[in-house]
């Protein structure tokens, strides 16, 4: 098994645009020599970029004069690789057609001291590297002078014409490359790295330009240049980070919104099982575990679909099941469902059922006696209820999960949980923690007077906020 090398090794912030490479077969496999000035009797790793991480390949002897040798079969997965030196001294290598090469490089700054031989590939990389790094010095030298004269008009504009120059020689630099080096790695990783530039917005029948076309022009063109069916995407720090963009920015953040994106990238990706397997658990575990309300119903989604139904072949055994019945428990509880009906005892012993509470706004509210952060947030829930109570219309559901009807009235009172108080335990309508998927204390869901899930999970000092804008909302229609 590989592991993941220590955080500290994860890419540099300005390294992140940098890339790597990819490609190509053979027969002999790799053989890539390395050299190291001032390093003697020592190893290094060799790792590889994996989506968001990085991972151990192997582990080199060195020698007392520096040297060392990866050697690798034809079968090595293609894409940027890195030789770990020390925890801080690292430098990339762009494994791709070229089998057999050697890099050269000294202990101090080992990766502005690259020197290849026999890897035109990755000659193309550093002295892209170099170029980074000049321009990179020279926009922060701008930046800072910027900063310096911000209140100076003609300087603003002086070094904002210049800023633009850079921009543009960038633009320049890297589309040279594309066209000179169309079938080389870097010139893959620029193409997919690259963002719709936006034309001018066309004007509608009236004369107004169109204010919803660069939107919709960006978003329909920002997967242009990648190549879904290509899984050397993944051995670089580009596709992850680009994924996470689209999905929390580019697109508009409602679930009927995200679940078409979701199902029509992982068709694009389709036909390479490994771009097919990684899109489907990106998507997986960013959204099993967003704190955005609502959104876990693009989980469902990608489970119901991707997983209940067999495509998710890497998944097995426990873990499949895990997540299958985990969408099963969440399901009934997504935002817009009917709550499932709980009738349970109140503390004179009678029966109350949830269903026959009349109010415009129903607060579920799950809570145990020696749970802390019930006794903090209950009190705020107290406040707000006796505040809005008529004005809008609420009531209070208040499921004690302790089983002792004794412990139960002395918290209520105790507290002055003036509202309609009920047992957990003592059910005609089941298990409450699995009606509710409740692990732990306090929990909140709000429904409306037709008893839909409106909101769940909230924390109290969003009650208010929330409230007020969804009856405003609803007054409105």
């Given at each position: 098994?590989?592991?993941?090398?220590?955080?500290?090794?994860?890419?540099?912030?300005?390294?992140?645009?940098?890339?790597?490479?990819?490609?190509?077969?053979?027969?002999?496999?790799?053989?890539?020599?390395?050299?190291?000035?001032?390093?003697?009797?020592?190893?290094?790793?060799?790792?590889?970029?994996?989506?968001?991480?990085?991972?151990?390949?192997?582990?080199?002897?060195?020698?007392?004069?520096?040297?060392?040798?990866?050697h690798a079969p034809?079968?090595?997965?293609?894409?940027?690789?890195?030789?770990?030196?020390?925890?801080?001294?690292?430098?990339?290598?762009?494994?791709?057609?070229?089998?057999?090469?050697?890099?050269?490089?000294?202990?101090?700054?080992?990766?502005?001291?690259?020197?290849?031989?026999?890897?035109?590939?990755?000659?193309?990389?550093?002295?892209?590297?170099?170029?980074?790094?000049?321009?990179?010095?020279?926009?922060?030298?701008?930046?800072?002078?910027?900063?310096?004269?911000?209140?100076?008009?003609?300087?603003?504009?002086?070094?904002?014409?210049?800023?633009?120059?850079?921009?543009?020689?960038?633009?320049?630099?890297?589309?040279?490359?594309?066209?000179?080096?169309?079938?080389?790695?870097?010139?893959?990783?620029?193409?997919?790295?690259?963002?719709?530039?936006?034309?001018?917005?066309?004007?509608?029948?009236?004369?107004?330009?169109?204010?919803?076309?660069?939107?919709?022009?960006?978003?329909?063109?920002?997967?242009?240049?990648?190549?879904?069916?290509?899984?050397?995407?993944?051995?670089?720090?580009?596709?992850?980070?680009?994924?996470?963009?689209?999905?929390?920015?580019?697109?508009?953040?409602?679930?009927?919104?995200?679940?078409?994106?979701?199902?029509?990238?992982?068709?694009?990706?389709?036909?390479?099982?490994?771009?097919?397997?990684?899109?489907?658990?990106?998507?997986?575990?960013?959204?099993?575990?967003?704190?955005?309300?609502?959104?876990?119903?693009?989980?469902?989604?990608?489970?119901?679909?991707?997983?209940?139904?067999?495509?998710?072949?890497?998944?097995?055994?426990?873990?499949?099941?895990?997540?299958?019945?985990?969408?099963?428990?969440?399901?009934?509880?997504?935002?817009?469902?009917?709550?499932?009906?709980?009738?349970?005892?109140?503390?004179?012993?009678?029966?109350?059922?949830?269903?026959?509470?009349?109010?415009?706004?129903?607060?579920?509210?799950?809570?145990?006696?020696?749970?802390?952060?019930?006794?903090?947030?209950?009190?705020?829930?107290?406040?707000?209820?006796?505040?809005?109570?008529?004005?809008?219309?609420?009531?209070?559901?208040?499921?004690?999960?302790?089983?002792?009807?004794?412990?139960?009235?002395?918290?209520?009172?105790?507290?002055d949980m003036h509202?309609?108080?009920?047992?957990?335990?003592?059910?005609?309508?089941?298990n409450y923690h699995?009606?509710?998927?409740?692990?732990?204390?306090?929990?909140?869901?709000?429904?409306?007077?037709?008893?839909?899930?409106?909101?769940?999970?909230?924390?109290?000092?969003?009650?208010?906020?929330?409230?007020?804008?969804?009856?405003?909302?609803?007054?409105?229609?």
């Open positions: 098994m590989i592991s993941r090398i220590k955080t500290s090794l994860r890419l540099l912030p300005f390294l992140f645009f940098l890339l790597a490479g990819v490609t190509g077969s053979g027969q002999e496999g790799y053989n890539i020599k390395f050299k190291i000035n001032g390093l003697k009797d020592t190893s290094c790793i060799v790792a590889n970029y994996f989506g968001n991480g990085t991972y151990v390949k192997d582990t080199l002897k060195v020698d007392g004069s520096g040297r060392t040798v990866f034809d079968s090595l997965p293609r894409g940027m690789y890195i030789l770990v030196i020390t925890d801080k001294k690292y430098f990339e290598f762009i494994v791709n057609n070229d089998k057999k090469f050697s890099i050269e490089t000294d202990i101090e700054n080992p990766s502005e001291h690259i020197r290849v031989s026999g890897s035109p590939e990755n000659s193309l990389f550093y002295d892209y590297l170099v170029y980074n790094r000049i321009q990179y010095s020279q926009i922060q030298s701008l930046e800072e002078r910027y900063k310096k004269n911000v209140d100076n008009s003609d300087s603003v504009a002086f070094l904002r014409k210049k800023l633009m120059a850079l921009n543009d020689s960038n633009i320049a630099y890297k589309l040279n490359i594309v066209q000179t080096h169309p079938k080389s790695f870097l010139a893959f990783m620029i193409n997919a790295m690259k963002e719709p530039v936006v034309p001018e917005a066309p004007l509608l029948p009236g004369g107004r330009p169109d204010s919803t076309f660069a939107f919709r022009y960006f978003k329909a063109h920002f997967w242009d240049d990648t190549d879904f069916t290509d899984d050397r995407l993944l051995r670089t720090p580009v596709y992850h980070n680009k994924l996470k963009r689209y999905f929390d920015q580019v697109i508009v953040q409602t679930p009927d919104s995200i679940i078409p994106e979701i199902d029509r990238l992982v068709e694009k990706a389709r036909p390479n099982k490994e771009m097919f397997k990684y899109i489907v658990w990106f998507v997986t575990w960013h959204y099993e575990n967003s704190e955005i309300m609502g959104f876990d119903e693009v989980f469902v989604h990608v489970i119901d679909k991707y997983y209940a139904t067999g495509q998710a072949w890497w998944t097995t055994g426990t873990t499949l099941d895990n997540l299958v019945n985990k969408a099963k428990r969440i399901k009934p509880l997504l935002i817009g469902k009917i709550a499932p009906n709980m009738v349970m005892m109140d503390t004179t012993g009678q029966l109350v059922s949830m269903n026959d509470i009349k109010s415009n706004i129903l607060i579920l509210l799950f809570w145990d006696p020696d749970c802390g952060h019930c006794v903090e947030e209950i009190p705020k829930i107290r406040d707000f209820y006796d505040q809005y109570k008529v004005q809008m219309g609420l009531e209070v559901f208040a499921v004690c999960s302790d089983t002792s009807m004794v412990k139960m009235k002395k918290e209520i009172k105790k507290r509202w309609i108080n009920v047992n957990g335990p003592r059910s005609l309508t089941g699995d009606q509710y998927d409740i692990r732990t204390t306090p929990v909140i869901f709000i429904l409306n007077k037709d008893k839909e899930i409106i909101a769940k999970q909230l924390k109290t000092d969003q009650l208010e906020s929330f409230l007020n804008n969804y009856l405003s909302s609803s007054q409105r229609k």
